[in-house]
């Protein structure tokens, strides 16, 4: 099986228990399938629901990625601050 058709296959017949695994040779990619799996699973336990819905219109996607994407700017933000409070140059 490959790769695609592998995640497929969690994707679409098991998204509520997804569980990670070293499925590539790479451990960079391994840590970010594992992330959004797990991610995943935080979302269908706190909502009930995959990302495999249509009660949502593309404007309430674009406004969910909207706040994520400011969220994200605010984090930026912080840890910044925090390296500036810490006397860090990089």
Same mark, same amino acid.
Not at 18 to 39: A, C, H, Q
Not at 47 to 73: I, K
């Given at each position: 099986?490959? !790769?695609?058709?592998? $995640?497929?296959? @969690?994707?679409?017949?098991?998204?509520?228990? %997804?569980?990670? +695994?070293? @499925?590539?040779?790479?451990? @960079? /990619?391994?840590? /970010? @399938?594992?992330? *959004? $799996?797990e =991610? +995943?699973?935080?979302? *269908?336990?706190?909502?009930?629901?995959s %990302?495999? =819905?249509?009660?949502?219109?593309?404007?309430?996607? !674009?406004?969910?990625?909207?706040?994520?994407?400011?969220? *994200?700017? !605010?984090?930026?933000?912080?840890?910044?601050?925090?390296?500036?409070?810490?006397?860090?140059? !990089?």
């Amino acid at each position: 099986m490959y !790769l695609d058709e592998y $995640i497929m296959d @969690i994707v679409v017949n098991e998204p509520q228990v %997804l569980k990670s +695994s070293k @499925i590539t040779g790479d451990s @960079i /990619v391994n840590n /970010v @399938i594992e992330s *959004f $799996i797990e =991610r +995943s699973n935080v979302g *269908f336990a706190k909502y009930g629901t995959s %990302l495999d =819905r249509d009660d949502y219109s593309l404007l309430n996607w !674009l406004d969910e990625a909207q706040q994520e994407a400011m969220d *994200f700017v !605010l984090y930026l933000e912080a840890a910044k601050n925090k390296i500036k409070n810490a006397g860090i140059n !990089l």
